[in-house]
């Protein structure tokens, strides 16, 4: 079992691998439970039967462990596997076991309209396509610096909306007017850029400043508000950024 992006789904893979000298048919029952706080016997998830045979292609699924309930921050490291191979062959006695895993999920409430799941050992990558001055501004810094690309160092979301007001400023209030310089000619609504982002942790005085068209700037809102609730990205949650 593996659990990974996208958020919110486990992936269930089986092989059938010979033995015995003999091939012996038979079903393997597969029940998948999810141990939430407190819950001592686990939720079932998902159940499948496989047939077992010879020859038989593996077997591969995919299961919501999305918590309905999440109500905080939680980290969910109980799953187990009961299993339970049946065969018709005379002699053949029935066996079953549990299997436990290592895999590890946190779950929340907090970000977006809906409760949900991540992979926390995962690093999300926020990917901007159409904004040329805001990637411009963005392949800048980091070519000098590496801070938020895939091949360097990732930022990490800030702790409140404050703390993006004071890095916001630090970076474009009106001191930094001699590091923009005027606006390009022709320019619809110029507006400061800056980079690392003030909703970043790593925002603020040392951030790259850049003149874009507004609607560039309110592009890559959006299109970071919408990252940070698809992948549910918490407050010192790391990210990495890329551009088209």
Same mark, same amino acid.
């Given at each position: 079992?593996?659990?990974?992006?996208?958020?919110?789904?486990?992936?269930?893979? /089986?092989?059938?691998?010979?033995?015995?000298?003999?091939?012996?048919? #038979? @079903?393997?029952?597969?029940?998948?439970?999810?141990?939430?706080?407190?819950? /001592?016997?686990?939720?079932?998830?998902?159940?499948?039967?496989?047939?077992?045979?010879?020859?038989?292609?593996?077997?591969?699924?995919?299961?919501?462990?999305?918590?309905?309930?999440?109500?905080?921050?939680?980290?969910?490291?109980?799953?187990? /596997?009961?299993?339970?191979?049946?065969?018709?062959?005379?002699?053949?006695?029935?066996?079953?076991?549990?299997?436990? @895993?290592?895999?590890?999920?946190?779950?929340?409430?907090?970000?977006?309209?809906?409760? #949900?799941?991540?992979?926390?050992?995962?690093?999300?990558?926020?990917?901007?396509? #159409?904004?040329?001055?805001?990637?411009?501004?963005? #392949?800048?810094?980091?070519? *000098?610096?590496?801070?938020?690309?895939?091949?360097?160092?990732?930022?990490?979301?800030? =702790?409140?909306?404050?703390?993006?007001?004071? *890095?916001?400023?630090?970076?474009?209030? @009106?001191?930094?007017?001699?590091?923009?310089?005027?606006?390009?000619?022709?320019?619809?609504?110029?507006?400061?850029? =800056?980079?690392?982002?003030?909703?970043?942790? =790593?925002?603020?005085?040392?951030?790259?400043?850049?003149?874009?068209?507004?609607?560039? *700037?309110?592009?890559?809102?959006?299109? /970071?508000?919408?990252?940070?609730?698809?992948?549910?990205?918490?407050?010192?949650?790391?990210?990495?950024?890329?551009?088209?």
């Amino acid at each position: 079992m593996q659990a990974r992006q996208p958020t919110g789904v486990m992936f269930v893979d /089986t092989e059938v691998v010979k033995v015995l000298p003999d091939s012996v048919a #038979g @079903t393997l029952t597969l029940n998948l439970r999810q141990f939430p706080p407190g819950v /001592t016997a686990g939720n079932q998830i998902g159940s499948w039967q496989i047939p077992v045979a010879e020859g038989q292609p593996g077997f591969n699924e995919q299961v919501d462990i999305d918590s309905p309930y999440a109500g905080y921050y939680q980290e969910v490291s109980d799953f187990a /596997t009961d299993w339970v191979l049946d065969t018709p062959v005379p002699g053949m006695a029935q066996s079953t076991g549990t299997q436990y @895993t290592d895999i590890v999920l946190r779950c929340d409430n907090a970000v977006g309209a809906f409760p #949900g799941c991540v992979n926390p050992d995962y690093t999300p990558t926020l990917t901007f396509t #159409g904004l040329s001055y805001i990637n411009m501004n963005i #392949g800048n810094h980091q070519s *000098n610096t590496g801070v938020g690309a895939t091949w360097g160092t990732p930022l990490h979301r800030g =702790e409140s909306p404050l703390a993006a007001v004071a *890095n916001r400023d630090a970076a474009c209030n @009106t001191n930094r007017d001699e590091a923009l310089g005027e606006p390009p000619d022709g320019m619809v609504d110029p507006s400061c850029d =800056e980079y690392p982002f003030a909703s970043s942790v =790593e925002g603020g005085g040392a951030a790259s400043v850049l003149w874009v068209p507004l609607a560039e *700037n309110l592009s890559q809102g959006g299109q /970071t508000s919408t990252f940070y609730q698809n992948n549910r990205v918490m407050p010192g949650d790391a990210f990495f950024v890329d551009y088209t």
